[in-house]
Structures are given as C-alpha cells and as structure tokens.
C-alpha cells in the first residue's frame, strides 16, 4: 500500500507541476513581455528561467516531503496521506505562483525602467 500511494503521490504532484509550468509560461508571455519595455527576447529569456525555477524548487519540495509523516498501511490511511500531500503540494505552487508575480510585478517595472532610460541614452 505504500509504494502505491507514494507513486501516486509522485505522478498527480509532478503531473500538476508540469501542467502549472506550461501554463503560466504560455500565458504568463504577454505579461513579461510588457514588464520588460516590450522586448521579447528578455520575456522569453526571463520566462524560460522562472520555469526552470519553478520546476526546481517545486519538485524538491515534492520529493522532501514525501518522506514526512506516517507510511500508510491501509487504504484509508493512502487517501489521507495523498490529499494532504497533494493539497501541500498545490498550496506551494499556488504561493509560488503569487511570489513569482509580485517579484516579475516589482523588478519588471524597473527592467522596463532601465530599458527606457537607454533607449533614450541611444536616441
């Protein structure tokens, strides 16, 4: 029963990981790109390394925790140990999501800051 719930655990947990990343890296372009003074090389840079990120920071967590709390030896104690591992799990990615876009928000104003100012510098 363990080994079951621990595979289960590591393939919805990573599954939703993967999905998280490809959708805030799909949808999230438009966002950096007008962040970063509408240059498109440094939103795609930028985008590809919170994924990166994203995927260490989350999947670490992931594999750390599977190690806490009690094994489970039955099957009530698997559906306990999975939705409190999944729900973790998802609340982490849910901060991060928010982390990630407070941080773009605050350092995005001043990239496009900083772009403006040499674009001008050029001009």
Same mark, same amino acid.
């Given at each position: 029963?363990?080994?079951?719930?621990?595979?289960?655990?590591?393939?919805?947990?990573?599954?939703?990981?993967?999905?998280?990343?490809?959708?805030?890296?799909k949808n999230g372009e438009v966002f950096l790109i007008e962040c970063f003074g509408h240059?498109?090389?440094?939103?795609?840079?930028?985008?590809?390394?919170?994924?990166?990120?994203?995927?260490?920071v989350n999947i670490g967590f992931i594999t750390l925790t599977l190690s806490l709390g009690?094994?489970?030896?039955?099957?009530?104690? !698997?559906?306990?140990?999975?939705?409190?591992?999944?729900? &973790?799990?998802?609340?982490? @990615?849910? $901060?991060?999501?928010?982390?990630?876009?407070?941080?773009? !928000?605050?350092?995005?104003?001043?990239?496009?800051?900083? &772009?403006?100012?040499?674009? @001008?510098? $050029?001009?």
């Amino acid at each position: 029963m363990t080994e079951v719930a621990y595979a289960l655990y590591l393939v919805v947990t990573i599954g939703i990981t993967i999905w998280v990343a490809r959708t805030l890296s799909k949808n999230g372009e438009v966002f950096l790109i007008e962040c970063f003074g509408h240059n498109p090389q440094v939103a795609r840079s930028t985008n590809h390394l919170l994924v990166v990120g994203f995927y260490l920071v989350n999947i670490g967590f992931i594999t750390l925790t599977l190690s806490l709390g009690a094994e489970p030896t039955t099957p009530t104690e !698997a559906i306990r140990f999975l939705s409190s591992k999944i729900g &973790l799990a998802v609340i982490v @990615l849910g $901060a991060m999501h928010f982390f990630n876009m407070a941080m773009i !928000a605050h350092f995005g104003r001043k990239v496009n800051g900083w &772009l403006t100012d040499r674009q @001008l510098a $050029a001009a």
